[in-house]
């Protein structure tokens, strides 16, 4: 296979660590606990613990689907950790985190797709930290949108985000199992059930797509109700994964972020290294990032 093209200079970044990234480091360890930062090498690490934002998945590392981009495994997934809500919860507080966001893999396994265990996360996590904010970045739940929806709106997150991360034309073959209409009707239809509550989307960019695919998906965001989007540049996990297409340009990305806030988004982070968690805590308070 060919070699994975040298990413240009916008993409590399330095590994900061101060005091604040080991404290958070040495209690994820004490917990026994994988932060998805650590595990995805997530470049944005050191800016994200020293501002006392994690990003944690649940509900195991085993995902039903296979997104070619994607690096977690796939296959017949574990059975639910009861205990997980509680000491997931614990862990957050015994590490003072502020802004915490909590995603999973896919569990079409389940017959609520896993909503209840999101439920109960955000339960328990709020009963032991109140200031906490808590997002949640869910999967489709396809074809169990109604009692997902039920199920997340009576114990609602602080962001309700769930990731488009391509356009349409692109679906088939980047998010095999998924659906361009049906996600951006979940997010709608948590705005419907829960108005005050922030709904946010995310794009990864490179993987194919075209500069005008890009604003139409953000029209559609905004015509689905949608808060705060995210648009971030996509990195091949290894040789086996998607291939990049191309790397979009810091000015691109700055064009797009003009774009989307022309179209009402409240909130917007767009630039190469712009994760969908990057900055989750300024994005929510409506800080300029990206
Ligand atoms: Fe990865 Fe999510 Fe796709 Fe599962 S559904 S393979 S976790 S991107
Ligand atoms: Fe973690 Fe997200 Fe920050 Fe990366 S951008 S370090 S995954 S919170």
């Keep these: 296979k060919d070699a994975m093209p040298r990413k240009p200079e916008w993409l590399r970044v330095r590994m900061g660590s101060n005091t604040e990234v080991k404290r958070i480091k040495a209690k994820l360890r004490e917990h026994k606990l994988a932060s998805v930062c650590e ?8 800016e994200c613990f020293s501002h006392g934002t994690a990003t944690f998945m649940i509900m195991g590392d085993i995902c039903t689907r296979r997104c070619p981009f994607c690096d977690v495994a796939h296959g017949r997934p574990n059975a639910l950790a009861e205990d997980e809500p509680r000491e997931l919860a614990e862990a957050i507080t015994d590490m ?6 909590i995603t999973s ?14 439920a109960n996360c955000i339960r328990e996590t709020r009963e032991r930290s109140a200031s906490i904010q808590i997002e949640t970045l869910v999967p489709d739940f396809r074809g169990r949108m109604d009692i997902a929806l039920e199920i997340l709106s009576q114990t609602p997150p602080d962001v309700f985000n769930h990731n488009l991360e391509t356009v349409p034309r692109l679906y088939r073959q980047v998010r095999p199992g998924a659906d361009y209409a049906w996600s951006l009707e979940l997010l709608k239809g948590f705005k419907a059930l829960r108005p005050e509550i922030r709904t946010k989307s995310g794009l990864m960019v490179g993987v194919g797509e075209t500069n005008e695919e890009i604003v139409e998906v953000l029209k559609d965001l905004r015509a689905h109700n949608v808060d705060m989007v995210t648009i971030g540049q996509y990195l091949q996990p290894s ?18 972020e003009r774009v989307a806030r022309e179209l009402g988004f409240s909130h917007v982070a767009s630039g190469p290294l712009v994760r969908s968690s990057y900055h989750a805590d300024l994005q929510a308070k409506g800080e300029k990032v990206g």
């Design 39 to 46: 595990e995805a090498s997530c470049p944005n690490l050191g």
């Design 96 to 101: 003072g985190l502020k802004y915490v966001v």
């Design 105 to 118: 893999v896919d569990r079409d396994d389940l017959r609520d797709g896993g909503a209840q265990h999101f």
């Design 239 to 256: 040789r086996d994964h998607l291939p990049v297409d191309r790397f979009v340009t810091p000015d691109e990305f700055a064009e797009f």
